[in-house]
């Protein structure tokens, strides 16, 4: 399976943004789409977006209009950028293929906190 590591998280206030970083260990993006998914304390991991190798892009109904998915080919990296972030955007954020492989493999993710 394609590695992914992913970096950017941090703490920001009630309306800050972040941008994180995916990159892959192989050039994928001819054949594979990337997704990020978050997983907060206590809760299942969940899809938050994903970039199709065709180029389409899904986002989940809780951060349409605030998060842009995005992929640089060159750097084999996809970017989420996160905007108007709340409080319920904290979490830990994954980022790997679409279709998402079974069985899934994680890495380490990034940690997003939102607070004031």
């Known amino acids: 399976q394609v590695q992914f590591v992913e970096s950017g998280g941090g703490s920001v206030q009630p309306g800050g943004s972040l941008r994180l970083s995916c990159v892959a260990s192989t050039d994928i993006f001819m054949n594979y789409g990337v997704s990020w998914y978050r997983q907060a304390p206590g809760k299942q991991r969940e899809l938050v977006a994903y970039i199709a190798s065709s180029h389409n892009m899904y986002y989940n109904d809780f951060v349409k209009g605030r998060f842009t998915i995005s992929r640089d080919i060159t750097k084999k990296t996809v970017y989420l950028q996160m905007n108007s972030l709340e409080p319920d955007d904290t979490a830990v954020y994954y980022c790997?293929?679409?279709?998402?492989?079974?069985?899934?493999?994680w890495g380490q993710g990034t940690q997003v906190t939102v607070s004031i």
């Open positions: 790997n293929e679409f279709p998402l492989p079974i069985p899934p493999s």
